[in-house]
């Protein structure tokens, strides 16, 4: 896809800043969007091993009362 830059600027001044910061601001939400599932998927993983921390801590903790 060929864009050519002349006609893109024979667009009025007004016309051619909004294209500019639409096209700005739907990469900046995705890229929060790309980021936000990053963390939320380090938060969950996070959580899980926490979890598991905490059996492992529970259950070596029971064994050695046991002992």
């Known amino acids: 896809m060929e864009i050519n830059l002349g006609e893109t ?7 051619h800043n909004q294209m ?4 700005a601001l739907s ?3 995705y890229e929060i969007g790309c980021y936000s599932r990053g963390i939320l998927m380090v938060l969950r993983a ?7 921390a905490v059996m492992l801590l529970t259950t070596a903790k029971s064994l050695f009362d046991i002992y």
């Open 9 to 15: 600027f024979l667009l009025n001044p007004i016309q």
């Open 46 to 52: 996070s959580v899980v091993h926490l979890y598991y």
């Open 27 to 29: 990469g900046w939400f």
């Open 20 to 23: 500019t910061l639409v096209m």
